[in-house]
């Protein structure tokens, strides 16, 4: 199984600031990844896919990149909105596996 | 609107069984595929399994700790999903969703219902 690992496993950051988050595979898959946002009590939501393609309706301050073995999801101004915990996830090959995800809170 | 509504879930002792459904409304659910998520309580996602549409003869895949004892099947007619939950253990406690997976042009789950919780314990 391709393992998925995110870095850090926690971060704290103020509404405004930039913040980056980063997504390692065990073994390459191109561009076959997709990035979640999920708020606690609801089901993961769609933000990125194919590493670096927005999901329509997501507000152009997120952003990804990256292909092979290491990815980032970036927040260029952070909102209220955005403190969530965000997943990564690869759909190279089953098992469809996801990172352990990193909580984004206020500081 | 492209909805996911998840039903089903409940307590159920070990060993137990129990059956999730899973009723899709706002796409064509007969030409998706189809895959079932779950999450432990203050953990993070762990894919379930997948069944395919009838243009991939409905091909089934599980992960390895639950393959034998979840059955995932569909529908097409009712538009719905299910998983079948047999010889249940504490730790398959947890939130289950279902997702569908789109592939063009690159795969995605999306939607995703809103989960029901399965509590397996005595």
């Known amino acids: 199984d391709i393992q998925m690992t995110q870095s850090p496993s926690s971060v704290s950051a103020s509404v405004g600031d930039r913040v980056t988050i980063t997504c390692r595979a065990s073994?390459?898959?191109?561009?076959?990844l997709a990035w979640y946002q999920q708020k606690p009590g609801k089901a993961p939501k769609l933000l990125i896919y194919?590493?670096?393609t927005l999901q329509s309706g997501v507000p152009s301050r997120f952003s990804g990149s990256g292909y092979g073995t290491d990815f980032t999801l970036t927040i260029s101004s952070l909102q209220p909105e955005d403190f969530a915990t965000y997943y990564c996830?690869?759909?190279?090959?089953?098992?469809?596996?996801f990172g352990q995800g990193t909580k984004l809170e206020i500081k | 609107e492209v909805q996911l509504v998840e039903s089903g879930g409940g307590l159920v002792q070990p060993g137990g069984s129990l059956k999730l459904s899973c009723v899709a409304s706002?796409?064509?659910?007969?030409?998706?595929?189809m895959h079932w998520v779950r999450q432990a309580s203050g953990k993070g996602l762990e894919w379930v399994g997948r069944?395919?549409?009838?243009?991939?003869?409905?091909?089934?895949a599980y992960a390895a700790s639950m393959k034998g004892r979840f059955t995932i099947s569909r529908d097409d007619s009712k538009n719905t999903a299910y998983l079948q939950l047999n010889s249940l253990k504490t730790e398959d406690t947890a939130v289950y969703y279902c997702?569908?997976?789109?592939?063009?042009?690159?795969?995605?789950?999306?939607?995703w219902g809103q989960g029901t919780l399965v509590t397996v314990s005595s």
């Open positions: 997702t569908r997976l789109l592939n063009i042009p690159i795969s995605r789950f999306d939607p």
């Open positions: 194919g590493a670096s």
């Open positions: 073994q390459g898959i191109t561009s076959w």
């Open positions: 706002g796409f064509t659910f007969s030409g998706s595929a």
């Open positions: 069944i395919g549409s009838e243009a991939n003869s409905y091909a089934t």
């Open positions: 996830q690869q759909a190279d090959s089953f098992p469809f596996t």
